[in-house]
C-alpha cells in the first residue's frame, strides 16, 4: 500500500483546525474540559466545606455544655 500526500491528508489536523469554525470547536472543548474539572473539584470542596461545618458546630455545642476540646 503507498501512502500518497492526498491518503494523509484526513490525518493532518492542522488544516482542519485552522479556520474558524476548528479554533471554535478547539475552544470550545478546552471550555468543556474547565468546567468537567471544576465540577469535580467543587464536589471535594462541598464535601469538606460540609464536614468542617459539622466538625465545627459540634465543637460550639461541646462549649456549651463547658467542655473545652481546644
Not at 23 to 47: P, S, Y
Request: aromatic share 6%; glycine share 10%; net charge positive.
Amino acid at each position: 500500500m503507498v501512502l500518497t500526500p492526498l491518503a494523509l491528508t484526513p490525518l493532518q489536523l492542522g488544516g482542519l483546525l485552522s479556520g474558524p469554525l476548528g479554533q471554535m470547536l478547539v475552544v470550545l472543548a478546552a471550555v468543556a474540559v474547565v468546567i468537567l474539572v471544576g465540577r469535580l473539584f467543587l464536589k471535594i470542596a462541598w464535601r469538606l466545606v460540609t464536614i468542617a461545618a459539622i466538625v465545627v458546630g459540634a465543637l460550639l455545642l461541646l462549649s456549651f455544655f463547658g467542655i473545652n476540646v481546644l
